[in-house]
Nanobody
Framework: VQLQASGGGLIQAGSSLRLSCTTS????????AGWFRQAPGKEREFVAA????????SSADSVKGRFTISVDNVKNTLYLQMASLKPEDTAVYYC???????????????????WGQGTQVTVSS
């Protein structure tokens, strides 16, 4: 399965944006799917994740209350709804899928075996 992230762009602080991640060659089925981001000169960091078991979600403290992760299994699409965007949210955003099961840590990139190519989000002040 391949992932394709889209929806990024250049927007003003305080605006909203929705990222999408679609699949080709398969479905999203796995243990979890997540969004990560990477700013220039920084490590890739966890943004949000959703577990297929119970569709429970988790998000980083820096985006809690502003970003929402969701999945549409009919459309095979993962979303990241972002609101009240700040300049520090500027980064390349990546979607990823984990096929590991058991006690996985959804906040670490090592958990995810399949990654999309990333979409740039730039928030101007």
């Amino acid at each position: 399965v391949q992932l394709q992230a889209s929806g990024g762009g250049l927007i003003q602080a305080g605006s909203s944006l929705r990222l999408s991640c679609t699949t080709s060659g398969g479905t999203f089925r796995g243990s979890a799917a997540g969004w990560f981001r990477q700013a220039p000169g920084k490590e890739r960091e966890f943004v949000a994740a959703i577990r297929w078991s119970g569709l429970t979600t988790s998000s980083a403290d820096s985006v809690k209350g502003r970003f929402t992760i969701s999945v549409d299994n009919v459309k095979n699409t993962l979303y990241l709804q972002m609101a009240s965007l700040k300049p520090e949210d500027t980064a390349v955003y990546y979607c990823a899928v984990s096929r590991d099961f058991g006690a996985i840590d959804v906040t670490t990139p090592r958990t995810y075996a399949i990654w999309g190519q990333g979409t740039q989000v730039t928030v101007s002040s």
